[in-house]
């Protein structure tokens, strides 16, 4: 096995985590359906695919490292589901916390000197740098927006 008990371990979590991402985002998508506001639904959507993705893409990792994934129980999405505002600063949150995850998990690659993980997880330090990015755009818009958050929408389908 190239990658230690520990960092399987860890990465195991990080899989599960970016599964709770994905379960999150289709939550928040189903409030954005249930407040008739299909653009950010559909874009919500395509996000927890996209947390899907993230989730099989260290999936693979960990196999092909010759470590051992474990599926576990997600946890089931908390938040104020009413308000557009409270879930994209809920996302920006969110997004910030999945960051500091995978900045704990490069520092332990490091501190392990396994540089074929710290080398797998560039792309993930990456991909958060666009993903906080994108949260900020989209909760200044909605706070620009106000009440005419309808307006917003096709702004929306041009950032997916
Ligand atoms: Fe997996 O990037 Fe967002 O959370």
Redesign the pocket.
Known sequence: MLISQQMNDRLNDQIN??QY??HT?LAMSAAFEKMGLKVFADYYRK?AD??RE??MKMFDYVVDAGGTVVIKAIDEPKGDWNSVEKIVQQTLE??I??TKR?NDLVELAEQEKDYATRSFLQW?VD??VE?VSTAEQLLTLVKMAGDNILYLEHRISQMA
Do not use: D, M, P, R
Request: net charge negative; aromatic share 16%; glycine share 0%.
């Open positions: 985590f970016e991402s994905s985002y996000h996209e947390e993230h989730a969110h997004e916390l999945v995978i993930y991909e958060q993903e």
